[in-house]
């Protein structure tokens, strides 16, 4: 049932997200210049809210626009209507809707929608991890030195020990190549499917890595905060990897050398 809920949402979601893909929408900004939110978020967020709240009345909801939706329930849907609005605004096709769901603190379920691409990605604790029906799973690349990484940076620039720019640094020094799409979601997700061999990024929401990492975990993979702690996304760093190569992309990220 909630899996099935969870699936209307994420469709309900990415139809209001193709609808004005390209198309025309009002623009605001949030805070910092380049921190945007568009016409589109908020229909996303308000088509995935009434199916939500039609089917599960009392259960709380985490979502970005809105915030926190209070409810004594154990059991939580954390949402990003659009990650990845800044391709979103521009018609770069990388950009999705992204939903976790949370019972008792464990995230037990997954989905992550891009209908430009149509790729949907839905994760069950347990259960495993597909792409449009099909079983995922990481890579087996084991040498950072010869995989292929992906990275996001923060709106407003993180200027700390082993940041952004220099952990970048170190990697592409070494000739790593070092993606970087613009939506934390989609990153997950194509490192759950083999696509990339790890992903990190200094500064997320819950909702940009709630459904994303459960993909990662549930594909075989392995995910930390950034010194190697069990992941909550409740807190910034993330490292998402196939397993293999964590420990060597840890030690790079806590400031050690390649
Ligand atoms: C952003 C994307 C981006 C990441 C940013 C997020 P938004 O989410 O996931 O990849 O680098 O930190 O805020 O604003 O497009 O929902
Ligand atoms: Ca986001
Ligand atoms: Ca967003």
């Not at 799409?181 to 819950?206: M, N, P, V």
Request: glycine residues 10%.
């Amino acid at each position: 049932m909630i899996k099935n809920t969870l699936l209307k949402a994420v469709e309900a979601g990415g139809k209001e997200l193709k609808h004005f893909f390209n198309g025309s929408f009002t623009i605001a900004s949030k805070g910092s210049l380049n921190d945007l939110v568009t016409e589109a978020d908020h229909a996303a967020e308000k088509a995935i809210f009434k199916v939500i709240q039609e089917a599960f009345p009392s259960h709380f909801i985490l979502s970005e626009e809105t915030g926190e939706i209070k409810q004594d329930s154990k059991i939580k849907w954390i949402i990003d209507p659009i990650d990845g609005t800044i391709n979103f605004a521009n018609g770069i096709p990388i950009c999705c809707v992204s939903i976790g769901v949370e019972d008792e603190g464990k995230m037990i379920l997954g989905a992550v929608y891009n209908p430009i691409m149509n790729e949907m990605f839905i994760a069950e604790r347990g259960k495993g991890a597909t792409l449009n029906g099909n079983k995922i799973s990481v890579s087996d690349k084991d040498n950072l030195l010869s995989s292929c990484l992906v990275t996001g940076f923060p709106y407003q620039y993180l200027d700390s020990e082993n940041g952004p720019l220099q952990i970048f640094e170190k990697l592409i020094r070494k000739a790593i190549p070092v993606r970087r799409l613009g939506s934390a979601a989609i990153d997950l997700c194509w490192t759950a499917a083999g696509r990339f061999d790890g992903f990190y990024e200094h500064k997320l929401q819950a909702w940009d890595s709630a459904a994303g990492f459960l993909m990662v975990e549930e594909a075989g993979g392995k995910v930390t905060d950034l010194k190697g702690n069990p992941y909550s996304p409740y807190q910034p760093g993330i490292i998402a990897t196939n397993g293999k190569i964590h420990d060597q992309l840890l030690h790079v990220i806590t400031g050690g050398n390649l």
